[in-house]
């Protein structure tokens, strides 16, 4: 069971970074689009919320987002809604969620950029 377009009203951009050659022996970071028209519902904390990198580091999130069953990688890039978000995890595919009370969705936590 997937979760209902209805409970997902933003239509994000999910964008991942890249390196690309750029011809003088030197690589430059572009990003690409993951996913188009990704159907998502994004909440702000009160607060800025502490969570655990994988990497170890602390990183501080100001934003959940619950969207649809699909692959969102930490360091992505979601645009939605005229806003910008960097992804800082869980990482994929520990950020999907599969309960038997709940459509199957991903959950990640973000801060604004």
């Not at 800025?48 to 969207?67: N, V």
Request: charged share 20%; hydrophobic share 35%; glycine share 10%.
């Amino acid at each position: 069971m997937t979760m209902p377009v209805g409970r997902l009203p933003l239509s994000a951009t999910v964008s991942q970074k890249t390196a690309t050659a750029d011809g003088y022996g030197g690589r430059v970071t572009t990003w690409a689009t993951r996913h188009s028209g990704f159907r998502c519902r994004i909440y702000s904390h009160s607060k800025e919320e502490p969570i655990r990198l994988a990497s170890g580091e602390q990183a501080f999130s100001t934003h959940k987002l619950i969207g649809e069953d699909k692959e969102i990688h930490a360091g992505d890039q979601i645009s939605a809604g005229g806003a910008n978000y960097e992804v800082l995890g869980p990482d994929y595919p520990a950020n999907r969620i599969y309960d038997s009370s709940l459509p199957h969705h991903v959950e990640v936590f973000l801060r604004a950029i």
